[in-house]
């Protein structure tokens, strides 16, 4: 094959790759209530590939590509509006929402770096690359996208103020409720224990002399329960304690670290009882049997969990209500998204069979 060939080919590849981005970057749709913005096929791809991360679906309809175009033009009216009546979150503000959200996803309080050491150890996979595999979209897109969510949460919360003020659930709902769910209130054994823990660091030696004073005053009844509390809230103490409620279940025996057998051994032990000193390899601990609370069908005037002071009643009605509460805040975003589409805000750029042909083979 001689150069001029090989020339032809690569003019004939540039060409392509040159359509194929001109199609890409054909508008669908111009949303312009604040401000001219465009939304382009590329646009609509991207979308279409997150809503495939989050689905597991491998490819749309038409039909379904013409409703997250339609979702992408509500979202833009929207935010247009937002930022039209004033509403605005600062980097800072929106920062600490996407730190929120990543805590959220483990249980506990964590910075990104954080987070990103354990998505590295969990999966060897760089933050960016993590995200882009759950959800289609890099880290930065990501945390764009959740201001954009909340802006958009805000304004309809605001402009629908009154409809959300009046929803709750009814008396009536919270008890047709419970008698559908009845069984899911059931309360296995649970007990109270105080656990004291003493961590061994670099020095054994020090932590067993530790654990064994506390300990020994405990059984002496020189200390509380509640003073060990407040002794172990100083930093310096050397020693952790604290209240923890076990149920007699398989999942509390392995959230324990203990078989099921050592748990029913722990149930058997009366009010009262101290255990002996446990010598694990990280630690040193004991534990002191608070109090017992029977196996039980709760009532809706019985508390959710013992020494808590929300009942059934008002859980459920808390649950219910929140059920309520986004049914209506999709029923109000769409109510407003209909109230927004106007032509003086939007304009459709392809339609009928232009639109079809740009949705087809992809």
């Known amino acids: 094959m001689n150069k001029r060939i090989i020339t032809v080919f690569a003019l004939i590849f540039i060409s392509m790759a040159a359509v194929f981005a001109q199609t890409d970057l054909q508008p669908l749709a111009t949303v312009k209530l604040n401000k001219a913005e465009t939304i382009t096929l590329k646009h609509l791809k991207d979308r279409c590939e997150v809503y495939k991360k989050q689905t597991g679906m491998t490819s749309f ?20 509006a937002a930022t039209k009546a004033g509403m605005v979150i600062t980097d800072t503000q929106a920062y600490e929402l996407y730190i929120q959200t990543l805590s959220s996803q483990v249980g506990q309080n964590i910075t990104e770096a954080d987070f990103s050491q354990l998505v590295k150890q969990q999966y060897n996979m760089s933050l960016d690359d993590f995200f882009k595999a759950q959800l289609g979209m890099s880290v930065e897109d990501y945390k764009v996208f959740l201001k954009n969510q909340y802006i958009a949460q805000q304004y309809v919360m605001n402009v629908k103020q009154s409809g959300f003020a009046a929803v709750s659930a ?30 061994k660091g670099s020095d054994s030696a020090a932590a067993k002399k530790i654990v064994d004073g506390l300990y020994n005053d405990v059984i002496a009844k020189k200390i509380t329960c509640d003073e060990l509390k407040v002794k172990a809230a100083d930093s310096k103490s050397g020693f952790q304690a604290g209240d923890m409620f076990v149920s007699k279940s398989s999942q509390a025996a392995s959230q324990l670290g203990i078989t099921y057998q050592d748990l ?9 009882n101290v255990s002996d000193i446990k010598d694990s390899s990280v630690d040193y601990q004991f ?11 709760l009532e809706l ?6 020494e808590s002071t929300t009942t059934v009643y008002e ?11 986004a049914e209506y805040f999709n029923q109000a975003t769409q109510e407003l998204c209909e109230e927004l589409r106007t032509s003086s ?18």
Do not use: C, H
């Open 264 to 272: 029913l051994k722990i149930f058997s032990r009366s009010t009262g």
């Open 170 to 199: 009814t008396d009536e709902e919270i008890r047709a409720y419970y008698d559908m769910n009845k069984q899911s209130f059931f309360q296995n054994d649970i007990m109270k224990v105080f656990f004291v823990i003493v961590p």
């Open 345 to 362: 805000n939007y304009q459709m750029m392809k339609t009928d069979s232009a639109l079809d042909s740009l949705l087809e083979g992809w």
């Open 301 to 306: 005037s019985d508390v959710v969990q013992p």
């Open 287 to 297: 534990n002191i049997i608070r109090a017992m609370y029977p196996s039980k069908l």
């Open 61 to 80: 309809t038409s039909d379904q590509k013409k409703e997250i175009l339609d979702s992408l033009i509500n979202e833009k009216l929207i935010l247009q």
């Open 315 to 325: 859980y459920i009605r808390n649950y219910v209500s929140q059920e309520k509460m």
